[in-house]
């Protein structure tokens, strides 16, 4: 982006580490999630569906590898939305407990 002169907004990051997740490229997802931390992101931005849905796939993506630090750090952000439940802890929770018991039970 940067070489054809487009500078990166928040949500293309955000949307860009998705895809680095959903492709098991965990590094490049998490460099990528470093530098949305860089940009300034107004709250509307962060209170919009596109950018909601796509912290939830990562939290989810995160919980499934048992990656709960990363999960924990991006339902935090969800909560200060105000778009957090319950269902959604649970959801995590789940998730890194079914893989406990796979990995225990092999």
């Known amino acids: 982006m940067k070489t054809n002169g487009c500078k ?11 895809g680095c997740l959903k492709a098991g ?3 490049e997802g998490l460099k990528t999630l470093d530098l ?5 992101t107004s709250k509307r931005v962060r209170n919009s569906t596109p950018w909601l849905e796509t912290s939830l796939s990562m939290i989810e ?3 499934e590898k048992g990656d709960v630090k990363n999960a924990e750090k ?10 957090i439940s319950l269902r959604m802890y649970n959801s995590v929770v ?5 893989d406990w018991v796979d990995n225990f039970t092999r």
């Open 61 to 63: 993506i995160f919980a």
């Open 74 to 83: 991006l339902l935090e952000e969800l909560k200060e939305a105000k778009y």
């Open 94 to 98: 789940d998730k890194c407990f079914n």
């Open 36 to 40: 949305d931390k860089n940009l300034m």
């Open 25 to 27: 490229l965990l590094g």
């Open 8 to 18: 990166p907004i928040s949500i293309t990051c955000r949307h860009l580490a998705l």
